[in-house]
Each structure stands twice: as structure tokens, then as C-alpha cells.
């Protein structure tokens, strides 16, 4: 039986796929390797193939295997508590485990939606997006997505949101990108009207639609008081810029800004184990217990083997101080990915910590993107890129290592790109 619909250019994997996984590198059976430049996009942070959380993991599910995500049990009490004490803001103080960012931005919804009906503000429902965003693949998530790509032939199922132009200022374009972005942002409040809306959504750096777009502090400390003045919730997704990825604890830490939610997933367990999260400030989670409104419930969610797994993955990076590795190798790799500017066929690089795009010119004439021709390339050369970009503009190819990389195979991957690169853009 086929597993799933093929993704264009990973065709050659799929026969036999991975077998085994070190460090940063993906083994088949027949024991040739990858190296894997996007750690699963932005999952994988303390590398593969740590056995001793897998020990941890294997006695949680003989002992507990999985209870009901409305019970607690030491694994969800010990995560909460080292997610409170180490990696949120202090105003995050609640946090509710799903399975996935889907789920996590699905519950972000209901928390938002629930505390404005709860307090009698029946008719804030709407989410505001920006442009060139991914939030799931659920009918929620995938309603305050702009990626037109990602919404086809499923926009029956979905709600009409107002989206707002994202903010990625390219070099000397800061002040006229932020004040085009606000005023967009002022008008949309302004004609949809504040009290049809009921939250903002976010990537504080954009992931993979976008490719690492970051926006200047000034920008998000004017959305954080529009929000604020408007009674509009601010929520941060933070599924590949969560735990580190971009250098700061957390994305919303690395842009300047403090939300009111925030959803969680990919590297909060590294990969160890399949655990979405949403968190938000207290008063909003208490608004919704008076009102008797549960905020979810996924019979699987918040499993305790994937919460042990979380606890020992962020255990792993503090005790290993990858926060400094990835600032360390996170400026290697964008000193090694820059000269790539200059590059026929390159049309941008940007990134921050230990998540990087390199953007490609359109490839005229082909019926595949730009990206999943690199990613088809790039795999026939032993290194596994992950493509990025919107619709028809699915040109970006995003970097996203596992913080543990070594130098060396930081080169690599970048050699072979530009390698790459050069054959296809004669
Ligand atoms: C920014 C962002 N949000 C949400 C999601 C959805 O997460 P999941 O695939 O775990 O459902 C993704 C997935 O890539 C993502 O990049």
C-alpha cells in the first residue's frame, strides 16, 4: 500500500525511507546518508539519536502509558513547571497540552474566541492574519492561513479573516515597510471594526511560507499596543520559532513583543515525542473555567511518554547550553550562507539563529518549483533541504539544523546548495 501523496522531488526516499537517524545526518538501509538541513523543519533540536531519552521515554510508557488529558500526572505537572520557570513570559502562566501546532493553534482560536463570548463581547470572532503565513492544516488553523497554496480547493471549509501585509523590511527599506504595515494594520481594525475582532495571529519570524522574515522591534511594539488599545488578543505561533530556534528562548523574546497566547510545538520535544501546546495569560484560561467552557479535548493529547520527552529534550538544551550554540553556529551559517547573495540565480538570504532562507529566482520553462527541483538535487547530493514559499512563488529553501550540527556539515550543506544552484541557474 502507498503511504501518502508523494511530495514532488522526494520521490527517491520514499521506497525505502530512513531507517536511522545521528546527529544530523539520515541513514537509509542500504547505508548511504543524508545530511539533514532542516532538522524535519525546524523539529530537531538536540539532534538524533539520544538514547537515553528514549530510555525515559520507554519507562514512562510502561508505567503510564497514556491517561486522559483532563488528569494530571508527573510528567504534564514537571513540563508546566520547567515551561513556567525557563522558557515563558512570566505572564504565560497557564499552558493546556495538545498533540500537534495544528491542535495548538486550533485551541488558540477557542481561548480567544471563548474569553471575548464569555465576557459578553458576542460579536469578536475574528482573527486577524498576515500574508505569507502557515498555521496548520486543520479547518482553523488553516482559516487564518494566507498561504494560498496550502488553502486550495478547501476554501468552502474555511472562514473569511481580514489578513494585513506581513513587515519583512529588506536593508535601508525599515521606516517606509513599518509604516506601510501599520497603516494597513489600523485600516483593516477600522473597517472590519474592533468589535468583530477577537485576535491577532503571528510568526514573530516567519517559517516556511515566508522564509525567516523578521520585522524591526519598532513595528511589533506598535502592534502589541494596537492590540492592546483595541481589546484584540496578541497571539504569538511560535511552532518553529518556539524553544530557541531563533537564539532567543522564544520568538516573540527575539522580535521585542509579549503576547497574550501562544502556540507551541516541533521543537518543544525535539521530535522525541508528538506534543503540541497553547499558553496564555492566566486571566484569560480563568475566564473560560468560570464560564464552564473546556478550552479542548484530544483523547491523545498532552500524552505522558511526549511530555517526558519535551522535559528531557529542554533539559538537554540547557544543560548543554545550545541556546549559545545556536548563536554560535547560527552566525557561522549565516556567514557561510551571505555569499550565496551574489550567487546568478539567487534573489535573497536572510535568517536569525539557527533559522535561514535562501530565496531563488523563479525557473521559467519547468513544471516543477524552483524549490522542489533544489530539494531533488540536493538529495541525489546527500543533503535534505526543505522547500519554503506560497503558491506559485514556491521558491524558497529554508534552513533549520539541529542545534548540535558541527561545522563541518554546516559547509556542507552549504557547499552542495550553492553547487546546486549553479547547475540550475546557468
Ligand atoms: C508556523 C507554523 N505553525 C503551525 C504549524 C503546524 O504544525 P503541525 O504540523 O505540528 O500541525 C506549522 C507547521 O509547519 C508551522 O510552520
Known sequence: MKLDVLRPGWDQLQEEGI???????????????????????????????????????????????????????????????????????????????????????????????????????????????????????????????????????????????????????????????????????????????????????????GASSSGATASPPEYWQEVEEL???????????????????????????????VPDIISMAKGLTGGYGALGAVSGRGEIFEVLEAGGLPLFYHTLGGNPPACAAAFENLKVIEEENLLDRVDDMGS???ELLRPLRFQKGVKDVRGVGMLWAVEVEPLPGLDIKPSALIVKKGIEKGVFYWPGGVSEDHNIICFAPPFTVSEEDLIRMVVVLEDVISELYL
Open 227 to 257: 492590540c492592546r488599545q483595541h481589546d484584540i488578543l496578541l497571539i504569538s505561533d511560535e511552532v518553529v520559532t518556539g524553544f530557541g530556534r531563533t537564539g532567543s528562548r522564544m520568538g516573540y523574546d527575539q522580535a521585542g513583543f
Open 19 to 205: 531507517v536511522n537517524a545521528e546527529g544530523a545526518r539520515l541513514f537509509r538501509s542500504d547505508g548511504s546518508s543524508l545530511l539533514d538541513a532542516a532538522g524535519q523543519f525546524g523539529v530537531n533540536a538536540i539532534g538524533f539519536g539520544r538514547k537515553d531519552i528514549a530510555d525515559v521515554i520507554a519507562e514512562t510508557i510502561w508505567k503510564r502509558s497514556h491517561l486522559s488529558p483532563t488528569l494530571q500526572c508527573p510528567e504534564r505537572i514537571a513540563l508546566a513547571e520547567v515551561l513556567k520557570q525557563k522558557w515563558l513570559h512570566p505572564n504565560l502562566d497557564r499552558v493546556h497540552f495538545v498533540n500537534s501546532g495544528s491542535e495548538a493553534n486550533e485551541a488558540a482560536i477557542r481561548l480567544a474566541r471563548h474569553y471575548h463570548y464569555l465576557r459578553g463581547k458576542r460579536t469578536k470572532w475574528k482573527i486577524i492574519s498576515r500574508e505569507y503565513s502557515y498555521h496548520g492544516t486543520t479547518m482553523g488553523a488553516l482559516s487564518m492561513t494566507t498561504n494560498a497554496f496550502r488553502r486550495k480547493g478547501l476554501e468552502p471549509y474555511l472562514a473569511e479573516m481580514p489578513v494585513v501585509p506581513s513587515c519583512y523590511c529588506a536593508e535601508g527599506e525599515s521606516e517606509n515597510s513599518v509604516n506601510k504595515a501599520l497603516d494597513a494594520l489600523r485600516a483593516t481594525i477600522e473597517s472590519h471594526g474592533a468589535d468583530s475582532i477577537a485576535a491577532m495571529i503571528v510568526e514573530p519570524i
Open 332 to 334: 557561522r551559517l549565516g
